[in-house]
C-alpha cells in the first residue's frame, strides 16, 4: 500500500457503515442499572458515567501514551453527538467526532500514516514505535471488541494490518499461523528471538474484552530478552476466534494449537507454556489438567476459575460492559441477566470436577486480595491442585506496580520451567 493509503482504506471502511448499533446496545436491551462501584473493580475502573471501563494501567502498561490517552478521553467526553445512554459519555452514535471508536482511531491514523513515512525513510525502531501506537489506540478503539459492532471490527481491521506492517520490520519478522479447526482456522501470531534453532514457546491470551493484540509488550519486554517465544491467540468469540462461542469447554481452540505446534519447525514442543490472563487464565488451567503432557507449566492471572462463577453475590459485581462483553461471546442477550449467570456456572473448574484432581503440570497463581474476579481463595486452591504449583497475592496499589511484579514473577517462573 502506499504511504496515503491508510487514510484511504480508513475513509472506505467506515463510509461503508452509516447506520450501525453504539457498542453499549448491541448485547444488551435492558435498562441501565447502576455501575459497580469503582473500589469492588481492581481491574480497571467502572466510572459511572462512562460504558467502559477505563482501563489506564493496563493500556499503559501495554504502550499507550497516558497523555495522549487523557486527550481522546477529554474528547469523547464533551462531544456533542446523540448519546445511546445521555447519561454515559461514550455512547455517541455514529462514526462522528465523539463517538468513541472515532476518536480513537483519529489517534490511531496519525500514528499508523507517521509509521509508513518513517517505514519507507528507512528509519526502522522509529516505525516500528510508531506503527505500534497505532495498534495500541485502534485496539483500544475496538474495546470491548464485540461481535457485530461493526465500527469496532474496522477499527480491529486496521489494528491488525499496523501489527502486521510493523511486525514485517522486527530483527526476526512476525510470522503467523493458520490452524485448521472444525471447517475453519484459528489464526495466532508467532514471535520468535530466533530461527536458528527451535526455541521454548508461551501460549498467550487474555480476558473476554481483549485481543491478541494486546501483549506485545509481554514479548518484547520480558520473554525475547529470555529467548523464549510468543504464540498470541484470541478468546473464543473474539477477534480471530469470534466464530466458536465460548462454551463449557473454553480450551478447545488453545488445545487445537497446542497439538499443531508439534509440526512447527521454530518450536521445541518439549517446552511449551501458557499464560493466561484473566477468563484466559481459565484456559490455562484447563489445559494444565488434560494436557500435562505437552505442557511444561502454566500461569493464570487474575484467573476466573470458580467463585466468580459459583457465587451469585461476586457474579453480581461485574458492570454492564463485562455483561455485555460475556453475554456476546455466550451468544445470548445480557437482558437476561439471571440466564447468564446459570450458563456461566459450567465455567467453574471445581464444578467441572478438575480442581478436584491434582495435575502434574505446575501452575503459578497470581491474584489481588481485592479481585472478586480471582479472590484469594481461588488463587491458592488453584496453585494446590498442581504439583509444586505456587501461589502470589498482592494487596497494594498502584495497579501499575502491580502488573509489573506480576509479569516479574511470571518470567522468573518461565525461565525456571523453560530455560533449564
Known amino acids: 500500500m502506499k504511504p496515503n493509503d491508510d487514510i484511504n482504506l480508513t475513509e472506505q471502511l467506515f463510509t461503508r457503515v452509516k447506520k450501525v448499533q453504539e457498542t453499549s446496545e448491541i448485547s444488551n436491551s435492558s435498562p441501565l442499572e447502576p455501575q459497580a462501584e469503582t473500589e469492588d473493580f481492581i481491574d480497571g475502573s467502572a466510572v459511572r458515567s462512562w460504558y467502559r471501563l477505563l482501563r489506564r494501567p493496563s493500556w499503559a502498561w501495554q504502550g499507550a501514551d497516558p497523555v495522549e490517552v487523557e486527550q481522546t478521553l477529554a474528547r469523547i467526553a464533551m462531544g456533542k453527538g446523540e448519546r445511546s445512554h445521555p447519561e454515559l459519555l461514550d455512547t455517541i452514535k455514529g462514526y462522528v467526532p465523539g463517538n468513541w471508536v472515532f476518536e480513537w482511531s483519529q489517534q490511531a491514523g496519525g500514528h499508523f500514516k507517521q509509521g509508513r513515512a518513517l517505514a519507507d525513510a528507512g528509519q526502522r525502531p522509529e516505525a516500528i514505535n510508531a506503527l505500534l501506537k497505532a495498534v495500541r489506540y485502534y485496539s483500544i478503539a475496538s474495546y470491548p471488541h464485540l461481535k457485530h459492532d461493526e465500527l469496532a471490527d474496522q477499527a480491529q481491521l486496521l489494528g491488525n494490518l499496523a501489527y502486521r506492517e510493523a511486525g514485517r520490520l522486527f530483527e526476526v519478522p512476525l510470522k503467523e499461523i493458520q490452524v485448521p479447526f472444525r471447517g475453519k482456522h484459528i489464526q495466532g501470531y508467532l514471535h520468535l528471538p530466533t530461527i536458528d534453532k527451535p526455541v521454548p514457546l508461551v501460549m498467550v491470551s487474555g480476558g473476554i474484552d481483549s485481543l491478541q493484540l494486546d501483549y506485545l509488550n509481554f514479548y518484547r519486554k520480558y520473554l525475547a530478552p529470555n529467548g523464549i517465544g510468543m504464540l498470541s491467540l484470541d478468546m473464543p468469540g473474539i477477534g480471530y476466534a469470534e466464530h466458536w462461542p465460548l462454551v463449557q469447554d473454553t480450551s478447545r481452540l488453545h488445545q487445537a494449537v497446542l497439538h499443531y505446534l508439534a509440526e512447527v519447525a521454530w518450536v521445541d514442543h518439549q517446552r511449551i507454556a501458557m499464560v493466561g490472563f484473566r477468563f484466559a487464565g481459565n484456559i490455562a488451567a484447563r489445559l494444565a489438567f488434560i494436557e500435562p503432557f505437552k505442557l511444561r507449566t502454566v500461569v493464570c ?120
Not at 330 to 344: P, V, Y
Not at 360 to 381: N, Q, T, W, Y
Request: charged share 25%; proline share 4%.
Open 301 to 420: 492471572i487474575g484467573a476466573g476459575v470458580n467463585q466468580c462463577f459459583a457465587d451469585p453475590s461476586l457474579f453480581a459485581k461485574c458492570p454492564r460492559m463485562m455483561r455485555d462483553s460475556l453475554a456476546n461471546r455466550l451468544g445470548t442477550n445480557a437482558a437476561d441477566w439471571e440466564q447468564i449467570r446459570t450458563k456461566s456456572q459450567v465455567f467453574s473448574l471445581k464444578k467441572q470436577g478438575l480442581m478436584s484432581t491434582r495435575t502434574s503440570v505446575p501452575i503459578l497463581s497470581i491474584g489481588h486480595k481485592r479481585d472478586f474476579i480471582c479472590p484469594e481463595s481461588d488463587v491458592r486452591a488453584l496453585a494446590a491442585c498442581s504439583r509444586n504449583g505456587k501461589a502470589v497475592v498482592f494487596d497494594k496499589q498502584p495497579l501499575r506496580e502491580v502488573y509489573d511484579q506480576a509479569l516479574h514473577e511470571t518470567v522468573t517462573w518461565l525461565k525456571q520451567h523453560l530455560c533449564t
